[in-house]
């Protein structure tokens, strides 16, 4: 079966835990990895400074862009947080399978400030409604997580 994809999209809503796996899936595939707010960071290196002089508009067309670069990858594992995934979409979505690993609200809640700022369960609503595939995390640890990453994409891999 050819694959239709050149790209596997990982976001869940803990940062730090898709960079991690990302990192280790792609690894384990042989593929490239790219992690967003690390390249967004790079690339407008002070974004507050950028917000400030130039505008909220001109930041958000800068993001856009580098997400655009982004999503010319090919044979790449993106690790991405909600906010550049749910508002790129469009962007991202051609050529690429999403999976969206969803974490316990505990584990979301000790391990990142997410759920400070958005409701945990709309959030996650949302993602499994963007998401190729949906991979319900409850052992963190990250091998066995890029195993059932694997295992859930099956044939297509």
Not at 112 to 124: F, L, N, W
């Amino acid at each position: 079966m050819e694959r239709v994809f050149d790209k596997i999209v990982l976001v869940s809503l803990c940062d730090k835990f898709t960079k991690e796996v990302g990192n280790a899936l792609s690894q384990s595939l042989g593929m490239m990895f790219c992690d967003t707010k690390d390249l967004i960071e790079y690339e407008l290196i002070d974004r507050k400074a950028i917000e400030t002089l130039c505008t909220k508009e001109y930041l958000k067309k800068s993001e856009t862009s580098v997400l655009k670069r982004i999503a010319s990858f090919e044979n790449v594992v993106i690790s991405i947080n909600f906010d550049y995934l749910t508002h790129n979409i469009n962007i991202l979505k051609q050529g690429s399978i999403i999976v969206f690993l969803k974490l316990s609200k505990n584990y979301v809640k000790n391990n990142s400030g997410t759920v400070e700022y958005i409701s945990y369960e709309e959030a996650t609503q949302k993602l499994t409604q963007i998401a190729t595939a949906t991979i319900n995390i409850r052992k963190t640890e990250t091998n066995f997580v890029c195993e059932k990453i694997i295992d859930t994409l099956g044939g297509i891999l």
